[in-house]
């Protein structure tokens, strides 16, 4: 009798096991090195294997543009709104109405029709050299423009999609006089032709280069913890971060994110995967792991975020970076930031 039950039993698993692999695809701008780890523990906790294709933003919306609905894809994350956003007008997400993620993330942080969702917040505040800059005397985005700061901000192309929402958030808060009136007074105060990524911008401001640099504060928090470069760890240390706009409309932020693709065909798995990754485990995982804040609140993050102090962000919904992309890009050109 025994005997038969366990041959029972066998049969249903190994039946279950080939007609339907519990599994789910995700295209992810995000690094391997960052996210897999938080992969292996939702299969480990789940049993359904995430297959992960990594890759530039970009590339991978074009790739999903082209697979159309025989993609493989089932979530796609990367590592702003903008994109996102790109990828709901594209036609290549649909929305997910799901309890779980709508109690964990706020609503600023996810798309007003479910098409996608924040999964880490990303600050772009105002970096200042320490030993030149006293930072009382810089308080908002705006003042950025003004002729004191002549020659002295580093700060990196705007074709980087990073400026590009920085841009969106003004239009939308202050309208698109005012934010074309602040690019041209900001690529005026340029001390060089934008150059790199947001980490030589960091570097140039403590090289002496300029005094001012715009980057998010991940990478300052990784400069700051290399083990490796002991000479970024002391380029990292002249450099102090400035909250702008408390008084106002408050920092400047922006997301890493994921959606739903349109075609999905491990739709369930896709959502349970989402679900985890806004969990109090994975949220700190994350945050941690790229020294970013967790989108879900009171999930405690890195010590040396911390130590930088709390501030206000900026709450208007990160759709509007979307919404504003192209106008922003438009200005950006016409204000001649290169
Ligand atoms: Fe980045």
């Known amino acids: 009798m025994r005997i038969l039950f366990a041959c029972i039993f066998c049969f249903t698993t190994i039946g279950l096991s080939v007609t339907h692999a519990a599994e789910v695809n995700l295209y992810s701008a995000r690094k391997e090195a960052l996210i897999k780890p938080l992969l292996d523990a939702f299969s480990a906790a789940t049993g359904t294997r995430v297959n992960l294709v990594t890759g530039k933003a970009d590339a991978l919306l074009k790739r999903l543009e082209t697979e159309g609905p025989n993609s493989p894809a089932d979530v796609l994350i990367t590592v702003d709104a903008g994109r996102l956003h790109?990828?709901?007008?594209?036609g290549l997400l649909q929305p997910v109405n799901s309890a779980i993620l709508e109690a964990a993330v706020p609503e600023n942080y996810r798309d007003p029709e479910h098409y996608w969702i924040g999964l880490s917040v990303r600050a772009r505040p105002?970096?200042?050299?320490?030993?030149?800059?006293?930072?009382?005397?810089?308080?908002?985005?705006?003042?950025?423009?003004?002729?004191?700061w002549r020659g002295r901000i580093c700060v990196r192309s705007s074709n980087n999609i990073y400026n590009q929402s920085l841009v969106a958030s003004m239009l939308a808060s202050i309208g698109q006089a005012k934010t074309e009136q602040w690019v041209r007074g900001l690529v005026t105060n340029f001390a060089r032709p934008p150059t790199g990524g947001d980490r030589d911008q960091?570097?140039?401001?403590?090289?002496?280069?300029?005094?001012?640099?715009?980057?998010?504060?991940?990478y300052l928090a990784?400069?700051?913890?290399?083990?490796?470069?002991?000479?970024?760890?002391?380029?990292?240390?002249?450099?102090?971060?400035?909250?702008?706009?408390?008084?106002?409309?408050?920092?400047?932020v922006n997301i890493s994110g994921a959606g739903l693709i349109k075609s999905a065909i491990h739709k369930q798995e896709a959502i349970k995967l989402l679900e985890?990754?806004?969990?109090?485990?994975?949220?700190?995982?994350?945050?941690?792991?790229?020294?970013?804040?967790?989108v879900k609140p009171g999930v405690d993050y890195s010590p040396t975020l911390t130590a930088?102090?709390?501030?206000?962000?900026?709450?208007?919904?990160?759709?509007?970076l979307g919404e504003h992309n192209t106008e922003a890009v438009k200005l950006m050109d016409r204000a001649g930031w290169r």
Not at 212 to 218: D, V
Not at 308 to 320: Q, R, T, V
């Open 126 to 148: 105002i970096m200042y050299a320490k030993d030149r800059v006293d930072p009382a005397r810089l308080t908002t985005y705006e003042q950025l423009a003004e002729p004191a």
């Open 276 to 294: 985890y990754l806004v969990s109090d485990d994975a949220q700190r995982y994350y945050a941690l792991s790229n020294y970013e804040y967790p």
């Open 202 to 218: 960091i570097r140039a401001a403590a090289a002496g280069q300029c005094d001012i640099a715009i980057a998010n504060t991940y």
């Open 308 to 320: 930088w102090g709390e501030f206000k962000a900026d709450s208007i919904n990160l759709s509007l």
């Open 222 to 252: 990784r400069m700051l913890n290399s083990k490796k470069d002991e000479q970024q760890r002391q380029s990292a240390e002249k450099i102090g971060i400035i909250w702008p706009d408390q008084r106002g409309r408050g920092v400047h």
């Open 86 to 90: 790109r990828a709901k007008t594209a």
